[in-house]
């Protein structure tokens, strides 16, 4: 396992993502949940999880379509809320990374769960890292996870299938080739890159400082 110069700081990174009802983090939901906690020998543990809805809610069409996740299979094998912020608040125990590809996204999403359902206070102090904001700095557009994968070599390997696990693993895999490809992840950490049209998305990460960053590689972010 990679990482040597993250885990001289960090214990554990805990890579994660979501599928949602939408893309409002204030009104739609998380409907699965994953992650993988990595240590310095490699993947200590995954977790994969489908979340149930709030009562009256649904899964909309266009996401049963993306997704394959039905309303009957949250009703069938989704975990309640509060138990999905128990298991997450575990996994964030201690001196810990949080990473994500478009983590501003997951955590903003992470963040309301917390709030009605759990303790937002667990996501306090911990660092972040955007693999997203990374790839912008490296490879010109897309940007999407896809690309990523494809650009690293990475298909066939693993998958951006839209379902959280998949998604995790693909973002695991693609963390380690940019990390062998230049040794500057820790450089990114609680810096997110937006889009100098549209601006941050929602509520800003208060630990987190966010830069404009465009469709072509150049300066590093951090250099900016």
Known sequence: MAFETLFEKYDHLVILDTETTGLACGRDEIIEFSAAV???QGVLRQYDELVALSPGNFVPEKIRQLTGITDRDLRERGISKEQACRDIAGMLQGNVLIGAYNAHFDL????????????PAILKGKDKLDLLTVYKDRRPYPHRLSAAIEAYGLSGQVVNSHRAIDDVLATLAVMERMEAEREDLIRYVNLFGFNPKYGVEGKAIGSVTYKPQGYQPGTPLYEQ
């Open 108 to 119: 903003s999403f992470l963040y309301y769960l917390l709030l009605r359902h759990g303790d």
């Open 38 to 40: 990595v240590g310095r």
